[in-house]
């Protein structure tokens, strides 16, 4: 698979915002728009919490690979992945090759924010302590979002027009 420099790919952890500063920035490209977790969902009929519970987290990543390669194939797309999209080798292989990868890093405590009403997210759905698997999930994927990403952008405490902005100005 050789470089598609035309396909924008965020990666980052639950909460970052990739869904949101995909939407805005395939808007104003003028591209499509796609999330892996939405693909997921539209191709099983099923929420992520019914696959995490049927199939368990390997059952959800090997359909999440899937996905991820179909998608990375296509042009000029937005593409937000899921959280833990890079865990696998594989992914991250796909990744590097898929076009520019934006890492939209965050603070825990703004990560805790912005999941704090989410009933969608099966690795907190069970936690007791959600700072605590936040953190931990955060600390285990830094290293895997920096090795895909082509640009780390901090969002923490940046307005979303500031985060598209600096993505555009790397294009």
């Given at each position: 698979?050789?470089?598609?420099?035309k396909?924008?790919?965020?990666?980052?952890?639950?909460?970052c915002?990739?869904?949101?500063?995909?939407?805005?920035?395939?808007?104003k490209?003028?591209?499509?728009?796609?999330d892996?977790?939405?693909?997921?969902?539209?191709?099983?009929g099923?929420?992520?919490?019914h696959i995490?519970?049927?199939?368990?987290?390997?059952g959800?990543r090997?359909?999440?690979?899937?996905?991820?390669?179909?998608l990375?194939?296509?042009n000029n797309?937005?593409?937000?992945?899921?959280?833990?999209?890079?865990?696998?080798?594989?992914?991250?292989?796909?990744?590097?090759?898929a076009?520019l990868?934006v890492?939209l890093?965050s603070?825990?405590?703004?990560?805790?924010?912005?999941?704090?009403k989410s009933?969608?997210?099966?690795?907190?759905?069970n936690s007791s302590d959600?700072?605590?698997?936040i953190?931990?999930?955060?600390n285990?994927?830094?290293?895997?979002?920096?090795e895909?990403?082509?640009?780390?952008?901090?969002?923490?405490?940046?307005?979303?027009?500031?985060?598209?902005?600096?993505?555009?100005?790397?294009?």
């Amino acid at each position: 698979m050789e470089l598609n420099s035309k396909n924008i790919v965020l990666v980052g952890p639950m909460g970052c915002g990739k869904t949101t500063v995909g939407r805005r920035l395939a808007s104003k490209l003028n591209q499509d728009f796609f999330d892996t977790d939405h693909e997921i969902i539209n191709k099983t009929g099923v929420s992520i919490d019914h696959i995490f519970d049927i199939e368990g987290e390997e059952g959800f990543r090997q359909r999440e690979s899937e996905v991820l390669e179909s998608l990375c194939d296509m042009n000029n797309i937005v593409l937000a992945t899921g959280g833990g999209v890079v865990l696998l080798p594989q992914n991250r292989l796909v990744l590097k090759s898929a076009g520019l990868v934006v890492y939209l890093s965050s603070s825990v405590e703004q990560l805790l924010r912005r999941t704090a009403k989410s009933k969608t997210r099966p690795l907190l759905e069970n936690s007791s302590d959600r700072q605590k698997t936040i953190t931990e999930i955060v600390n285990a994927r830094d290293k895997y979002y920096r090795e895909v990403a082509t640009i780390v952008i901090d969002t923490t405490g940046k307005k979303l027009n500031e985060v598209i902005d600096i993505i555009m100005n790397d294009l």
